[in-house]
């Protein structure tokens, strides 16, 4: 995830919001959706898109061996909330069953991804970083990872549940939603050939 | 540093420098982050608030300036909130209040910018797993509080928001915005 800078004072609703982005003066530029507010967020950091593409890696080659799932990246966009709209960009999103065409008839997501995964850059604040999480699982979604590539921890969030810290020597699994996943949190930070950068950027 | 320091070593090391804040580590001291300017302003206003809390009740004590959580022992762990608020009666010995195996009601933390999430993240998962069953991570530049209790996922409150004891510190109640004014109704930090 990447910390926002400006707030729009209009209040609108995702498709609102939506067509709002697609306007020229908005091109190449990135927006969130909180509580009906536009807020303006930074482009993400070389060291946020290597620890995505790390963590990217692992989860395909966990469904490549399910032969069945898929996975959303690149900030699409997921509707936690209506009344007020919140429309988040999530790092990641893994669903288990395969895509439908109807999927595809809506640009941002509004069912339930079986995993969310935020890459949290050195930037983020602490408010904006819970505020995702407490509406990620408000929505529903049964499992959040939290990835702390500075400190090489991952916080694992499931509903009723206070998360879970792993560090580098912990094994990091599916927590009951994603059947049979497991790899050593270290992998979240290891480069192919096991060379553990230290990247914060 | 080497050698492993027990709780009382530590205690006497801390001492040193009254300017800087630190925590034991299983077993090494470990700095903590710097306070910004304005946040010792918070820090003293958040302590203010839950002393006339704790005065109203009749019993309880805060510990707000030097006080610390023995979390684990052999090696020896010592986490230092900013704010740590008891019901129970203190007992003789440990009064004024300095490190202490009693769980709190409530502690309280300030997010302070540029220390690593995880860092600060990892403090509140042990006072949840120490058994602390309220934790505000305050968020001064943000004017924000972030509320954990166990079995729930984090609960971000702004400055228009009321802020209660949430079952843990019965009937305390005030307004995020409470926390961040000083007498006067002066802001004592302004937002970026």
């Given at each position: 995830?990447?910390?926002?800078?400006?707030t729009?004072?209009?209040k609108?609703?995702?498709?609102?919001f939506?067509?709002?982005?697609?306007?020229p003066t908005?091109a190449?530029?990135?927006?969130?959706l909180?509580?009906?507010e536009?807020?303006e967020?930074?482009?993400?950091?070389r060291?946020h898109g290597?620890?995505?593409?790390?963590?990217?890696?692992l989860?395909t080659?966990y469904?490549?061996?399910?032969?069945?799932?898929h996975?959303?990246?690149?900030?699409?966009?997921?509707?936690?909330?209506?009344?007020?709209?919140t429309?988040?960009g999530?790092?990641?999103?893994?669903?288990l069953?395969?895509p439908?065409p109807a999927?595809?008839?809506?640009?941002?997501?509004?069912?339930?991804?079986?995993?969310?995964?935020?890459?949290v850059?050195p930037?983020?604040?602490?408010?904006m970083?819970n505020?995702?999480?407490?509406?990620y699982l408000r929505?529903g979604i049964p499992?959040?990872?939290?990835?702390?590539?500075?400190t090489?921890l991952?916080?694992?969030?499931?509903?009723?549940?206070?998360?879970i810290?792993l560090?580098?020597?912990?094994?990091l699994?599916g927590?009951?939603?994603?059947p049979?996943?497991?790899?050593?949190?270290s992998?979240?930070?290891?480069?192919?050939?096991?060379?553990?950068p230290?990247a914060s950027? | 540093?080497?050698t492993q320091l027990?709780?009382d070593?530590f205690?006497?090391?801390s001492?040193?420098?009254?300017?800087k804040?630190?925590?034991l580590?299983?077993?090494?001291?470990?700095e903590?982050?710097?306070?910004?300017e304005?946040f010792?302003?918070v820090?003293m206003?958040?302590a203010?608030?839950?002393g006339?809390?704790?005065?109203r009740?009749?019993?309880g004590?805060?510990?707000?300036?030097?006080?610390?959580l023995i979390?684990?022992?052999?090696?020896d762990?010592?986490r230092?909130?900013?704010?740590?608020v008891l019901?129970?009666?203190?007992?003789?010995?440990?009064?004024?209040l300095?490190?202490?195996?009693?769980?709190?009601?409530l502690?309280v933390?300030?997010?302070v910018?540029?220390?690593?999430?995880?860092?600060?993240?990892?403090?509140?998962?042990?006072?949840?797993q120490?058994?602390?069953?309220?934790?505000?991570?305050?968020?001064?530049?943000e004017?924000a509080?972030?509320?954990?209790v166990?079995?729930?996922?984090p609960?971000?409150?702004?400055?228009t928001d009321?802020?209660?004891g949430?079952?843990a510190?019965?009937?305390?109640?005030?307004?995020?915005?409470?926390l961040?004014t000083l007498?006067?109704?002066?802001?004592?930090?302004?937002p970026?």
């Open positions: 995830m990447a910390t926002d800078t400006t729009s004072p209009a609108m609703n995702a498709e609102q939506h067509d709002w982005t697609k306007l908005n190449g530029r990135r927006y969130e909180d509580s009906g536009v807020i967020m930074p482009p993400p950091t060291g290597f620890y995505c593409w790390l963590a990217i890696k989860l080659e469904l490549t061996r399910r032969g069945v799932g996975i959303l990246t690149n900030d699409t966009g997921i509707v936690v909330a209506r009344d007020p709209d429309l988040r999530a790092d990641l999103m893994v669903f069953r395969p439908q999927d595809f008839e809506r640009p941002y997501v509004e069912d339930v991804p079986d995993l969310v995964v935020e890459i850059s930037s983020d604040t602490a408010k970083l505020r995702r999480v407490e509406q929505r499992l959040v990872w939290v990835i702390y590539p500075q090489h991952v916080y694992v969030y499931r509903p009723n549940e206070f998360n810290v560090d580098e020597t912990d094994e699994t927590n009951g939603v994603l049979e996943f497991s790899c050593r949190v992998d979240l930070f290891t480069l192919p050939g096991g060379q553990l230290n950027n | 540093m080497a027990t709780v070593q205690r006497q090391w001492d040193q420098d009254a300017w804040r630190w925590e580590l299983r077993g090494t001291p470990t903590m982050p710097e306070w910004p304005g010792h302003a820090h206003r958040i203010d608030l839950l006339d809390y704790v005065i009740r009749g019993f004590s805060v510990a707000f300036l030097s006080g610390g979390t684990q022992q052999n090696p762990t010592v230092c909130p900013a704010v740590m019901l129970d009666p203190t007992p003789t010995g440990e009064f004024p300095r490190f202490t195996t009693r769980v709190p009601r502690v933390d300030l997010a910018p540029g220390e690593p999430h995880g860092r600060a993240m990892r403090r509140v998962s042990n006072y949840i120490f058994g602390v069953s309220l934790v505000w991570l305050v968020a001064p530049e004017f509080v972030i509320q954990f166990p079995k729930q996922p609960s971000v409150l702004d400055k009321e802020l209660t949430n079952g510190l019965p009937e305390f109640s005030c307004r995020v915005s409470d961040f007498p006067g109704g002066q802001p004592p930090i302004q970026e």
